[in-house]
């Protein structure tokens, strides 16, 4: 695929988003200013690409942002402390993913029961979950719970 004559990567979330999150991981709690030379320095991307894809993690919610414009000695594009979002330490594995702790959940209520009817029914809730999708049976519970159901 193709943009702006640009040939994007397959993968770009292990190639540039996910080394690009790590380095923020690791310049956490620092307060500091972080170019995105030096992003790209660490991740082995250009700047443009470095550029493009914090843009990119900001505007989905992984990252704090923005990226603003440096007019000192040091010009260029900046980063001011930046932090990862909810999205950006779940997608490195550092919170749990509700959608699967409900599966862990049911799979734990299938295998410690004991009637057949039981498990009958708990295997049928698993298979209904996962058919429907594990983000859209947690948001209708997560609705449910907090009184959000229009």
């Given at each position: 695929?193709?943009?702006g004559?640009?040939?994007?990567?397959?993968?770009?979330?292990?190639?540039?988003?996910?080394?690009?999150?790590?380095?923020?991981?690791?310049?956490?709690?620092?307060?500091?200013?972080?170019?995105?030379g030096?992003?790209?320095?660490?991740?082995?991307?250009?700047?443009?690409?470095?550029?493009?894809?914090?843009?990119?993690?900001?505007?989905?919610?992984?990252?704090?942002?923005?990226?603003?414009?440096?007019?000192?000695?040091?010009?260029?594009?900046?980063?001011?402390?930046?932090?990862l979002?909810?999205?950006?330490?779940?997608?490195?594995?550092?919170?749990?993913d509700?959608?699967?702790r409900?599966?862990?959940?049911?799979?734990?209520?299938?295998?410690?029961?004991?009637?057949q009817?039981g498990?009958a029914?708990?295997?049928?809730?698993l298979?209904?979950?996962?058919?429907?999708?594990?983000?859209?049976?947690?948001?209708?519970?997560v609705?449910?719970?907090?009184?959000?159901?229009?």
């Amino acid at each position: 695929m193709a943009t702006g004559g640009a040939t994007l990567p397959e993968d770009l979330w292990s190639l540039r988003a996910d080394p690009i999150l790590r380095y923020v991981q690791e310049q956490e709690g620092q307060i500091r200013v972080v170019s995105i030379g030096e992003i790209a320095d660490a991740t082995g991307l250009t700047a443009e690409q470095a550029t493009v894809e914090v843009e990119r993690l900001i505007a989905s919610g992984f990252l704090t942002g923005p990226v603003t414009k440096s007019m000192g000695p040091t010009e260029g594009w900046l980063l001011v402390s930046p932090k990862l979002l909810e999205k950006g330490v779940r997608a490195l594995g550092h919170w749990p993913d509700p959608g699967q702790r409900l599966i862990e959940l049911i799979e734990a209520r299938l295998a410690s029961e004991e009637d057949q009817a039981g498990k009958a029914k708990w295997g049928k809730l698993l298979e209904v979950v996962r058919d429907l999708g594990v983000q859209t049976v947690s948001s209708l519970v997560v609705a449910a719970v907090t009184g959000q159901i229009h």
